[in-house]
């Protein structure tokens, strides 16, 4: 199965930025997702990529938060910018094939 490892959380100002990575094992020539969840809340999608590269967001991100993949490096990124405190939460990244990766978490606040 493949695994993954996120990285690129941290603490950040509102209105600030921060680029988290997800290394795969293996192919992310799939589907692929980044999830967050807040505390006392579901899990929820942000961003996803299909594998012939179709992006979508749900409208709490679309026009902050862009997906993108390094199909060279097994990598997918999530660009993250004009955070607000509600972004705050543990991101997760999901493959197709139906791994998850550990979470990191995003924090956004003065």
């Known amino acids: 199965q493949v695994q993954l490892v996120e990285s690129g959380g941290g603490l950040v100002q509102p209105g600030g930025s921060l680029r988290l990575s997800c290394a795969a094992s293996?192919?992310?020539?799939?589907?692929m997702g980044w999830y967050r969840q807040a505390p006392g809340k579901q899990r929820e999608l942000v961003a996803s990529?299909?594998?012939?590269?179709?992006?979508n967001y749900p409208d709490s991100v679309k026009g902050r938060f862009t997906i993108s993949r390094d199909n060279a490096k097994n990598t997918v990124y999530l660009q993250m910018n004009s955070l607000k405190p509600e972004d705050t939460a543990v991101y997760y990244c999901?493959?197709?094939?139906?791994?998850w990766g550990q979470g990191t978490q995003v924090t956004v606040s003065s």
């Open positions: 999901y493959h197709a094939l139906g791994a």
């Open positions: 990529i299909t594998k012939g590269g179709s992006t």
């Open positions: 293996g192919s992310i020539i799939y589907y």
